[in-house]
C-alpha cells in the first residue's frame, strides 16, 4: 500500500506564503514523478508544480515564480512552498505520485485546503 499525507494548508492573508508537506510512505525514489495539484469547486482539478525522480520541475504558468517544489528523499517528503500568495489560489491542494511502467499508477493524498482571503 502507498499512503500520501499531506500537511501545512490553512488561512493566510494575500502576499503571504505557506509550505505545504507530502511524507510518502516508503522512499519517494520509487515513484517515477511527485507533484502537486489543486481543484476548486466546479473546476478541473490542475497541475500546479512537479518534479521527476531525476530532479527536473516543472510548473503551472500561473505560480511561477512565486511557487518552489523540492524534495526531502532522507525524510521521504515532498514540498510546496508558495509565497507572494494571491486569492486565486485558493483551493484544496492534492499530493500526487506516480509510479510503474509509462506511470501506470497514480497514488493521491487526502487534499489539504489553502485559504487566501482578501
Known amino acids: 500500500q502507498v499512503q500520501l499525507v499531506e500537511s501545512g494548508g490553512g488561512l493566510v492573508q494575500p502576499g503571504g506564503s505557506l509550505r505545504l508537506s507530502c511524507a510518502a510512505s516508503?522512499?519517494?525514489?520509487?515513484?517515477?514523478?511527485m507533484g502537486w495539484y489543486r481543484q476548486v469547486p466546479g473546476k478541473q482539478r490542475e497541475l500546479v508544480a512537479a518534479i521527476t525522480r531525476g530532479g527536473s520541475t516543472n510548473y503551472a504558468d500561473s505560480v511561477k515564480g512565486r511557487f518552489t517544489i523540492s524534495r526531502d528523499n532522507a525524510k521521504n517528503t515532498v514540498y510546496l512552498q508558495m509565497n507572494s500568495l494571491k486569492p486565486e489560489d485558493t483551493a484544496v491542494y492534492y499530493c500526487?505520485?506516480?509510479?510503474?511502467?509509462?506511470?501506470?499508477?497514480?497514488?493521491w493524498g487526502q487534499g489539504t485546503q489553502v485559504t487566501v482571503s482578501s
Open positions: 516508503g522512499s519517494i525514489f520509487g515513484f517515477n514523478a
Open positions: 500526487n505520485a506516480r509510479a510503474g511502467a509509462y506511470s501506470s499508477f497514480n497514488y
